[in-house]
């Protein structure tokens, strides 16, 4: 069962994220598990960052804050590059491990084992939602300007974009996308998901 997402009365410093998917990869093309595997951009993937570059610089972000993979980098350095921002790393906006099933095809563990989830040594989905959860409520409190641009990974933003809209439990994260998130009246909002430039 997913983590609750908390509500508060505690105001977070940033109210406004721009939550974002990484571009293409080879293993993304092939249909392969990518979790803790570090493959570059591919060409397609390029040009899908260099298009969301140009869609998030129009927000004028303060930050642009990535996981450490390099798909994640790449793609955060082409926004941080076109909205003049500057970019960070963090661990804790990093993919989902999936142990030794990283690199296989997700549709034979799939079948092989009813679900993703379900495949033994992947990182179960409860330390999944708390670490994603407590990534998040952490990050919106170390930056006070606003907005923010996140760049992380499916596992990671299907996860957050669920805890805050169980409705949206199952909603698809297209390679470089971007999401909207806004907290209002005690609470965050998915305003806008999936948008791909």
Known sequence: MAEKFPTSTHEPGVRTVYLARHGETGLNAEGRIRG????PLDDVGVAEA???AEVLAEV??????TGPLERAVATGRAIA???RAPLLTDERLNDRDYGEWTGAVR???IERFGSVDAAPGVEP??????????AFLDLVDEFDTEPVVFVSHDAFNTTLIGMIDP???DVRQRTACWNLLRYRDGHWIVELYDQKP
């Not at 803790?36 to 493959?39: E, K, V």
């Open 50 to 52: 260099g298009r969301l």
């Open 167 to 169: 409705s949206l439990g």
């Open 107 to 109: 549709a034979e563990v």
């Open 36 to 39: 803790l595997a570090d493959p």
């Open 60 to 65: 004028a972000p303060s930050v642009v804050v």
């Open 125 to 134: 989905r409860g330390d999944l939602d708390r670490r994603v959860l407590a």
């Open 81 to 83: 590059d076109a909205a």
